[in-house]
């Protein structure tokens, strides 16, 4: 258990934490809906602190970040809990928070040491919420700083304006989740808001983050053309249309046991939808075929990087540009990067 960030002290002993949207007022001994900040005597605290519950060395690409650092590791890692209760979710083992608090405690500077040590190229936070596990981001952020790693948020965007202030400067790329167009889905399914999402993706932009978005499709849920059309003009219209767009396929889990994997067709009449909106980057996720994922220069269509599974096969960029034609395909970090 450690002190927690951005807990404002409310009478009677209450306390407000304004890490996320959900902005959970804490009565003495509460814990938040994401069940690892609590209100301990007054004070807020994490009660996953430095506790890392999964830790690994994964491609960027299973990120998944596609445009950023492309064909470099990351060092991942993440704690338990989660500000969200999707019923589709992947990583619930994770997520929910059952019993003591499980993992091993860290420290944020020989996080970034062993980042170095395995050659990673930057250091991620992922496999649940890291909004959650603010405290943690932000001092391995600050090390990341030091070694000259780069920062990688792995979020549903369902932070608080408070929490995105903290991250400003700390996080060069993210991939957000973008799990629907509507509002009822979130509500009833999520337990977030779409609006919330929607306003800190484009406050990321606007922070000089790279930004990546993902949306896992489950039928009968999420995939009518209307919702994907919503979801794609968004990104077209809000975000640019350089904003790659990862449509991935649903695995049954969790509490949607009963619901059958995406088919391929949607997934590709996903990617159509994105283009036809004017996306130039729209992967295909969760299905391992060649060319699903591969990068089209939009200006001369050659493939510019080609990629199975987790790993790029093939890239023929120059400096973030198309060796053929020129066109920018990867825009340059926002800070010097290894
Ligand atoms: S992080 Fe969000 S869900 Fe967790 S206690 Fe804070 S406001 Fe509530």
């Known amino acids: 258990m450690r002190p927690a960030l951005l807990g404002k002290p ?25 069940q690892v900040r609590a209100n301990e005597g007054g004070q807020l605290v994490s009660l996953v602190g430095y506790r890392v519950a999964a830790l690994h060395v994964d491609p960027i690409e299973k990120k998944p970040l596609f445009h950023f650092l492309p064909g470099t590791t990351t060092l991942s890692l993440g704690t338990q809990g989660c500000n969200f209760h999707c019923h589709f979710c992947q990583n619930w083992s994770l997520s929910c928070v059952r019993g003591p608090i499980q993992g091993d405690e860290v420290d ?52 608080s304006p408070q929490a ?13 989740d973008l799990k629907a167009g509507s509002e009822d889905f979130y ?8 609006v919330t999402v929607q306003k ?22 999420n995939d009518s053309d209307a919702e994907l059309t919503s979801i794609a003009r968004f990104l077209a219209q809000e975000l640019g249309p350089h904003t790659p767009w990862h449509v991935s396929r649903f695995h049954p889990c ?30 295909v996720g969760n299905v391992r075929e060649a060319g699903l994922e591969d990068t089209l220069c939009p200006g001369c269509g050659h493939t510019v990087i080609r990629r199975l599974g987790f790993h ?27």
């Not at 509500?187 to 779409?194: A, E, F, H, Q």
């Not at 800190?200 to 849920?221: Q, S």
């Open 254 to 283: 969790h509490q949607m046991p009963h619901v059958p994997p995406t088919p391929r067709a949607t997934l590709l009449r996903a990617r159509d939808i994105g283009r036809a909106e004017g996306l130039h980057f729209v992967f």
């Open 164 to 176: 995105l202030k903290l991250l400003d400067g700390r996080i060069d790329a993210a991939n957000i």
């Open 187 to 194: 509500r009833n399914i999520c337990g977030g808001r779409l």
């Open 10 to 34: 409310l009478a009677a002993g209450n306390i407000l934490c304004q890490a996320c949207g959900h902005f959970c007022r804490l009565s003495p001994g509460a814990r938040g809906r994401c």
């Open 312 to 338: 790029v096969t093939e890239m023929a960029l120059r400096d973030g540009a198309c060796r053929h034609c020129g066109q920018a395909i990867i825009a340059p970090p926002s800070r010097s990067l290894p």
């Open 108 to 159: 944020p500077a020989e996080l970034a040491q062993a980042a170095r040590r395995l050659d990673c190229a930057s250091v991620a936070f992922t496999y649940s919420e890291p909004t959650v596990f603010l405290e943690l981001v932000v001092a391995t952020a600050d090390q990341c700083r030091q070694h000259n790693l780069a920062t990688v948020l792995v979020s549903n965007g369902f932070q």
């Open 200 to 221: 800190n993706l484009v406050a990321m932009r606007r922070m000089g983050w790279h930004v990546e978005v993902t949306t896992l499709i489950i039928p009968g849920h």
